[in-house]
């Protein structure tokens, strides 16, 4: 992910006490930017960012499809947040009682990528970025603590959703119940397919290669609002194919 201009990332979850006797703290979140999905474009204003609380002794295990944490008992989510223009997390500030998240544990950022088939944020989580850990603060602390997160080699962002988020245990393989083309277009049906799943159409012109593709606009399909046992769709396809294969898979499997 190679940028014209050097990119500082700096990540700022900074802790202090605050209120009558020390029985309140504040803890703010922030991203300098830009961020970026995994396919280098940058991160949408509106896409969705978490604050994470890892348990002393745990590691942050990921996130579901859905949004909700893989492991709920040593993770935790304090907030959430949305990005602004710039690419970035917008400012957001928080108060907590000290017992809720205990010193030895860490504070994270976790970027999510919540775009579908459209290129729309709002969807079902497709991949995450997460930052390094900053420590909880105690009881006591006055200081602001921060993590300043530099560029990468390469000049690479900081902040990249490139992680995939995990489907629903248990998700069945899906199948292709209708294919037609014509043109440069061919409209596609997905069967036996669930709520709060991605599914990804992919394509190749020699199965003994084994050259699976994703097909544009074929990523990222999801059940609508009101459901149904089928996901339609119409794809781009080259119009001087001869031949070509199509499978879908599962997103996160």
């Given amino acids: 992910m190679k940028k014209s201009i050097s990119i500082l990332t700096l990540l700022l979850v900074g802790i202090s006490a605050m209120g009558v006797g020390l029985s309140q703290l ?7 930017g830009p961020d970026f999905y995994a396919d280098n474009t940058a991160v949408q204003v509106g896409e969705k960012y978490l604050l994470v609380y890892v348990s002393n002794g745990a590691t942050f295990a990921g996130l579901n499809s859905d949004g909700t944490l893989v492991d709920a008992v040593g993770n935790q989510i304090v907030t959430d947040a949305v990005a602004v223009e710039g690419a970035k997390c917008g ?15 860490d504070f994270i950022v976790v970027l ?40 990468k080699a390469g000049d690479d962002p900081a902040m990249v959703a490139s992680t995939f988020a995990l489907a629903p245990a248990g998700t069945q393989p899906p199948v ?28 190749t012109t020699d199965l003994s290669a084994g050259n699976w593709e994703a097909v544009s606009g074929g ?3 999801q059940l609508s ?26 997103l996160g499997s």
């Fill in 26 to 32: 504040t803890l703010s979140i922030s991203t300098q």
């Fill in 112 to 151: 999510l990528d919540t775009r579908d088939a459209d290129g729309a944020v709002g969807g079902l989580v497709a991949q995450i970025g997460t930052s390094e850990g900053a420590d909880a603060a105690s009881e006591n602390s006055i200081t602001l603590n921060s993590i300043s997160v530099a560029a």
């Fill in 176 to 203: 292709i119940t209708s294919l037609k083309g014509e043109g440069e277009s061919v409209e596609i049906k997905v069967g036996n397919v669930r709520a709060l799943t991605n599914y990804e159409v992919q394509s």
């Fill in 91 to 105: 400012f957001k500030a928080i108060q907590y009682d000290p017992d809720m998240y205990l010193p030895g544990g």
């Fill in 219 to 221: 990523t990222r399909l």
């Fill in 225 to 250: 609002a009101e459901g149904g046992d089928e996901i339609p769709r119409t794809l781009a396809v080259p119009q001087d194919d001869k031949v070509r294969f199509f499978r879908v898979i599962v």
